[in-house]
């Protein structure tokens, strides 16, 4: 540990941990990271990651995949996804840059239904200011027509709501610079 210390929280859902708000309280305190992101589904709030990002500590990403509530089932394995836009709305408040919402691809997420309310959801949760993250499953060895066409699909929706802190991710362009 030293003034160059930059730290991931990510190995699953790192807020579960019952003893995460101390736990990420005391490391901050003792050891001033110089970056520092958590990976969190956002299903649960934690008052310590709030205050990160309040104070600039920290920086989130968050990966929601989902337009509707059966496709976030399916894809992410639990129910949630206004909970989720919720509490990233909460994160977001005072500086939203330091949120990224992630939008993997998957053959289950892809269609025009699940893009639309998608982007519905990030207006109406607050969630314009924030980045977009744009990947694909990282198993994938190619993409379709369709689910490139999507891709930029969604790309355009952002866009053309005033979001433009949209990227895609190496998984994107590493499978469309092979196809």
Request: glycine share 4%.
């Amino acid at each position: 540990v030293g003034d160059d210390l930059h730290i991931a929280w990510g190995g699953g859902e790192p807020t579960i941990r019952k003893d995460f708000n101390d736990l990420f309280f005391s490391i901050n305190r003792k050891f001033h990271p110089k970056t520092q992101r958590v990976f969190t589904n956002a299903l649960k709030y934690s008052s310590a990651l709030q205050n990160a990002l309040d104070d600039r500590t920290t920086s989130i990403t968050t990966s929601v995949d989902a337009g509707t509530e059966a496709t976030f089932r399916k894809i992410r394995d639990s129910k949630g996804l206004d909970k989720v836009l919720k509490s990233l709305d909460r994160y977001a408040k005072n500086n939203p840059d330091l949120v990224t919402i992630k939008y993997i691809f998957t053959l289950d997420n892809y269609d025009s239904e699940n893009l639309s309310k998608f982007v519905e959801k990030v207006k109406k949760n607050n969630l314009v200011r924030c980045n977009y993250l744009i990947s694909t499953d990282f198993n994938y060895e190619t993409l379709s027509n369709e689910l490139i066409i999507s891709i930029i699909s969604l790309y355009f929706r952002l866009y053309s709501e005033g979001i433009y802190t949209v990227s895609f991710d190496d998984h994107v362009f590493i499978l469309i610079k092979t196809q």
